[in-house]
């Protein structure tokens, strides 16, 4: 049988892997006024491996931190207490469960926060194709609130039972309008300098560190996206610059998104743009962005990364790392029932070729 990197063995920090796929953080949508539903625990279940990877949708921060409806929450005892079996359902499969943490900032629903006005710093302009009101900027004191309630987050995830945290600095998000100069029109300590619009995100990630430990925290960055109109003048320096900070602090791992897929003579193909963070960070590299069997492989290879991280075919796959040993045929996803809200279509439902 032919050799694939992808199934091999990795060391991430204190945490012994049996193969570098990696479950992506994916939005569903199953959840009821914040709080994870008990049969979260199948979903994820059913895509735990001994010594897998598995990243948690992402998780709000607080009350007014959620772009969307359904979403879950980490910032109550009672969301504590839901996602408490279903951490312990995922580690009876031997899998190493992170907790994927956001603040979604101006890309946040407004009628959904219902007359919230806390949310994110002034943008340049309205947010694709979204209809977004023009949001307030943040004040210091909402820094210092938000950076805090990322810390306490963080508390909250493991005392859930989660193995770490990521912090969801990508997808243009309220950490990334801090980052990017296409959006952060700061004149403030937060604004101007690579240095001034990366220090929120560094503080996060600090009060993170100071909290759980370094070895227990991601970041997710995506400075070659360009989403939610968070476009950025020089993406090298961005990269190069938030991978040796986040190197310093030597969390357990960078977690980065390729650009857009391609079409290069008919065929779709991934950029892999990310070789300057990659050179940069000296800790466990994760990228994310389309990739297939074959592509995972030879990047792994290649050296270009540790581990890649696969988000729709996870989700259409269940037993995907199973699959990929046998080279078996990949059940389609669903695109129209990412989102529904049902229980169990496109959600727990797709089938298990190997158990």
Same mark, same amino acid.
């Given at each position: 049988?032919?050799?694939? /990197?992808?199934? +091999? /063995?990795?060391?991430?920090?204190?945490?012994?892997?049996?193969?570098?796929?990696?479950?992506?953080?994916? +939005?569903?949508?199953? @959840?009821?006024?914040?709080?994870?539903?008990?049969?979260?625990?199948?979903?994820? *279940?059913?895509? $735990?491996?001994?010594?897998?990877?598995?990243? @948690?949708?992402?998780?709000?921060?607080?009350?007014? *931190?959620?772009?969307?409806?359904?979403?879950?929450?980490?910032?109550? %005892?009672?969301?504590?207490?839901?996602?408490?079996? !279903?951490?312990?359902?995922?580690?009876?499969?031997?899998?190493?469960?992170?907790?994927?943490?956001? #603040? =979604?900032?101006?890309?946040?629903?407004?009628? &959904?926060?219902?007359?919230?006005?806390?949310?994110?710093?002034? /943008?340049?302009?309205?947010?694709?194709?979204?209809?977004?009101?023009? /949001?307030? *900027?943040?004040?210091?004191?909402?820094?210092?609130?938000?950076?805090?309630?990322?810390?306490?987050?963080?508390?909250?995830?493991?005392?859930?039972?989660?193995?770490? !945290?990521?912090? #969801?600095?990508?997808?243009?998000?309220? !950490?990334?309008?801090?980052?990017?100069?296409?959006?952060?029109?700061?004149?403030?300590?937060?604004?101007?300098?690579?240095?001034?619009?990366?220090?929120? =995100?560094?503080?996060?990630?600090?009060?993170? !560190?100071?909290?759980?430990?370094?070895?227990?925290?991601?970041?997710?960055?995506?400075?070659?996206?360009?989403?939610?109109?968070?476009?950025? @003048?020089?993406?090298?320096?961005?990269?190069?610059?938030?991978?040796? $900070?986040?190197?310093?602090?030597?969390?357990?791992?960078?977690?980065?998104?390729?650009?857009?897929?391609? =079409?290069?003579?008919?065929?779709? %193909?991934?950029?892999?743009?990310?070789?300057?963070?990659?050179?940069? &960070?000296?800790?466990?590299?994760?990228?994310?962005?389309?990739?297939?069997?074959?592509?995972?492989?030879?990047?792994?290879?290649?050296?270009?990364?540790?581990?890649?991280?696969?988000?729709?075919?996870?989700l259409a796959n269940p037993d995907l790392p199973k699959?990929?040993?046998?080279?078996?045929?990949?059940?389609?996803?669903?695109?129209?029932?990412?989102? *529904?809200?049902?229980?169990?279509?496109?959600?727990?439902?797709?089938?298990?070729?190997? $158990?």
């Amino acid at each position: 049988m032919e050799a694939q /990197p992808l199934l +091999t /063995p990795y060391k991430m920090g204190k945490f012994q892997l049996s193969h570098r796929v990696v479950m992506a953080p994916m +939005t569903r949508l199953r @959840s009821h006024e914040n709080v994870p539903q008990p049969n979260a625990a199948l979903y994820y *279940t059913q895509r $735990a491996t001994q010594g897998g990877l598995l990243i @948690s949708e992402p998780a709000g921060v607080s009350d007014v *931190t959620q772009g969307y409806p359904k979403t879950p929450g980490i910032w109550t %005892k009672e969301h504590v207490e839901a996602w408490k079996p !279903i951490v312990d359902a995922v580690h009876a499969k031997g899998s190493i469960f992170f907790c994927q943490m956001w #603040h =979604c900032g101006r890309a946040s629903d407004w009628w &959904f926060l219902e007359g919230y006005k806390l949310n994110v710093q002034t /943008p340049l302009s309205s947010s694709d194709k979204l209809n977004y009101p023009t /949001p307030r *900027t943040l004040t210091l004191e909402d820094i210092s609130q938000i950076v805090n309630d990322f810390r306490l987050a963080a508390r909250n995830a493991i005392n859930a039972g989660f193995d770490g !945290i990521e912090v #969801h600095a990508a997808n243009g998000l309220l !950490i990334e309008q801090f980052l990017k100069d296409g959006l952060n029109d700061r004149t403030d300590k937060y604004g101007g300098s690579l240095e001034n619009r990366a220090r929120f =995100c560094l503080e996060i990630v600090q009060a993170i !560190i100071d909290e759980i430990g370094a070895d227990r925290v991601g970041v997710r960055l995506s400075p070659y996206l360009d989403i939610r109109q968070s476009s950025e @003048s020089n993406t090298d320096a961005l990269a190069v610059y938030m991978a040796e $900070a986040l190197s310093k602090l030597n969390i357990a791992y960078l977690h980065a998104v390729e650009p857009r897929t391609v =079409c290069v003579d008919g065929k779709l %193909k991934i950029p892999h743009a990310l070789l300057p963070m990659r050179k940069a &960070f000296n800790g466990t590299f994760i990228v994310a962005g389309g990739y297939n069997r074959e592509e995972g492989n030879k990047v792994i290879e290649e050296g270009y990364t540790d581990l890649v991280a696969f988000g729709r075919q996870f989700l259409a796959n269940p037993d995907l790392p199973k699959r990929f040993e046998l080279n078996a045929p990949l059940t389609k996803y669903d695109r129209s029932t990412f989102y *529904t809200q049902d229980p169990v279509v496109g959600y727990t439902d797709y089938p298990m070729l190997y $158990a």
